[in-house]
């Protein structure tokens, strides 16, 4: 096989995506950095901007030799450097830890949808550096006291088999359901965990945003995070079992914008991505169906909250548009 084949539609699909993300976190640290006056977390940040801007230059050469046109992204003009602190210590590394959980999900995909080796090339490293930084981000995170453990509970000491189809049952009102098993103890806990984190980044949103349908859409979006925690938080107190989960992080007064509308909305849609595939994800894994069933129906919000945030970019011509195949009945069709 050549070193070189042409670039596929699946590979330049995803090599477009991967820069609107990258180029976005990229602003994002720039502003973090600035603010930060921790050492540790200006460590952690000023890393992982200068492995990313790298990847961001090796993905624009790629789109110049295939004659490409590059992407516009997120630049300079996206992020103000000179806005207040809008998050206290220690969110900037929480939501980093955040963005890299995304990445590890979006690279798995794109590596599976890449066929030449330098793009495969990539994908791969860039893995690599998400879990370094994933990792890095944890430990400091535990050491700080701001990220909590999940529950523990006992071990097991010997292994059995499910030989009812009442273990899925959790329907009935009245009727006794069966304790949480790990799995769905993961998942809530996660949720809520990372429901908290979008929370306290849309209120911080809807404090700066300029445009007053932005900044109503960030209040919806505030309102539909404290719903899922709320949600799981329920489901765990009704298992006895305490709910730990906390970001440990607030947002100050300041109204000055870090970020234009358009970055935060594309950032939000993001984050909407993560959660629809995350809670789909949890349940397939949730075997009693009224858990199921509840996450569905956050699921579907979600869904239509991200519909209409698509709709507020496209209304005002925030969303740049993704390679598009040939309009052969247009060409066809062409006025002579």
Request: glycine share 6%; hydrophobic share 40%.
């Amino acid at each position: 096989m050549k070193d070189k084949e042409p670039l596929s539609s699946s590979e330049l699909g995803t090599l477009w995506l991967t820069f609107q993300e990258k180029t976005m976190i990229l602003r994002i640290l720039e502003y973090f950095l600035e603010k930060a006056d921790d050492q540790e977390a200006k460590n952690i940040m000023g890393m992982m901007w200068q492995e990313l801007d790298y990847y961001v230059e090796l993905i624009k050469s790629i789109f110049e030799s295939e004659g490409a046109v590059i992407p516009k992204g997120f630049t300079k003009e996206d992020v103000n450097l000179d806005a207040p602190k809008l998050f206290d210590n220690g969110f900037d590394i929480m939501f980093l830890r955040i963005l890299k959980e995304i990445s590890m999900g979006m690279y798995t995909i794109n590596m599976n949808m890449a066929y030449r080796i330098d793009v495969m090339t990539i994908y791969e490293g860039l893995t690599a550096i998400t879990h370094k930084c994933y990792k890095l981000t944890t430990i400091y995170l535990l050491k700080k006291g701001i990220l909590t453990l999940p529950p523990i509970i006992t071990m097991p000491k010997r292994t059995e088999f499910i030989e009812s189809k009442k273990y899925m049952k959790g329907f009935k009102p009245f009727s006794e359901k069966r304790a949480l098993n790990a799995i769905e103890l993961g998942f809530l806990h996660h949720g809520i965990e990372t429901n908290n984190i979008g929370m306290q980044l849309i209120t911080g949103f809807a404090q700066c945003a300029q445009d007053k349908e932005v900044r109503q859409y960030f209040e919806k979006g505030k309102e539909l995070a404290k719903k899922h925690i709320k949600t799981f938080q329920e489901i765990l107190l009704d298992n006895d079992i305490q709910v730990s989960a906390t970001t440990g992080c607030t947002v100050t007064t300041s109204t000055v914008a870090p970020f234009s509308d358009k970055l935060m909305m594309f950032c939000i849609d993001l984050l909407n991505g993560y959660s629809i595939v995350g809670e789909s994800f949890g349940t397939f894994f949730t075997l009693r169906n009224d858990l199921s069933l509840k996450t569905a129906i956050l699921v579907k919000d979600v869904y239509f909250y991200g519909q209409e945030g698509l709709e507020i970019m496209f209304k005002h011509g925030w969303y740049e548009e993704p390679p598009q195949t040939e309009d052969r009945s247009q060409l066809i069709n062409r006025k002579e």
